[in-house]
């Protein structure tokens, strides 16, 4: 493997994940095959990473600057960010060294934003994050997401679903460019009251997070700082799942930790494909 990439591995049998026996070397080879399709949403986007050196029971660390000692071929995005009040040096994974060269950090989750680095402030995807509280789980989520899927449609928008790789689910849209941060938050807050005036068990604020039995529909991530897991990135979870991208008609038969790093490679095409072949406009 080492002659097939520019990366230096280390501590390749390293166990990360250790009620599975999953080691680094075995999480490089996921990312490996994953690549084909999971660059594609990678591209272009200034990527935030969750480490986990010594496994996903020990310390772990999000990360947003590029770490020291990154070799000189790693393409970074550097803008200044307000809320730490200094310039900082993001990844861009454009391609398989890169992935690799992140797999052996040990970054199991990778994190996009919802704009690429060619126009960071307007964004070109919208996103409504479904979230439960328990008791509720992800039959909750899914009834929720089917809500937000008829409502869409009925605007005449094509809403993407994948899970989150834990309890939640995420639905997005494609835009056309031209759009604010403001613009879809302020469209996915409106559209998350309106169905929460309508289900007592729907919640549109965070405020309302903690509260049991709920399903929170998460509008502030829709921002410039926001971001939601990159699909086909793994979760730092005992069962390894993964982030998957899927179509309406899997949801109603999902269960908890379907897809994982052991059968996700094994569907056949991606539901996500041509993702952005078509964008739309937000109605007015």
């Not at 709920?214 to 971001?227: A, F, H, K, M, W």
Request: some cysteine; hydrophobic content about 40%.
């Amino acid at each position: 493997m080492q002659g097939l990439t520019r990366v230096k591995f280390s501590n390749l049998d390293k166990i990360l994940y250790p009620e599975l026996r999953l080691s680094k070397a075995d999480i490089i080879e996921y990312y490996i095959k994953a690549a084909p399709k999971m660059l594609a949403y990678l591209k272009d986007r200034a990527l935030v990473r969750t480490r986990y050196p010594d496994g996903i029971h020990e310390e772990n660390f999000y990360e947003k600057d590029t770490p020291k000692g990154a070799p000189d071929w790693v393409k970074t995005f550097t803008k200044y960010s307000a809320s730490v009040e200094k310039e900082t040096s993001y990844v861009v994974c454009n391609d398989l060294d890169t992935l690799i060269w992140l797999a052996n950090l040990a970054a199991l989750e990778l994190h996009i934003p919802l704009s690429t680095v060619n126009a960071v402030e307007e964004p070109d995807l919208l996103l409504f994050d479904v979230d439960p509280e328990p008791p509720a789980g992800l039959s909750d989520s899914i009834r929720v997401s089917l809500m937000l899927r008829d409502y869409l449609d009925a605007l005449g928008l094509k809403p993407f679903v994948k899970t989150s790789g834990k309890k939640g689910l995420h639905i997005v849209v494609p835009l056309v460019s031209g759009y604010s941060f403001i613009d879809t938050s302020s469209f996915v807050h409106a559209l998350a009251i309106q169905l929460a005036s309508k289900d007592p068990h729907i919640v549109s604020e965070r405020s309302q997070t903690n509260i049991p039995g709920t399903v929170l529909i998460d509008y502030p991530q829709n921002s410039e700082r926001g971001t939601m897991i990159a699909p086909y990135s793994l979760r730092a979870i005992r069962e390894a799942t993964v982030s998957s991208t899927l179509a309406w008609d899997e949801l109603p038969n999902l269960r908890p930790y379907d897809w994982n790093i052991f059968n996700i490679l094994d569907r056949k095409g991606d539901p996500w494909k041509g993702l952005f072949e078509e964008r739309f406009k937000l109605p007015v």
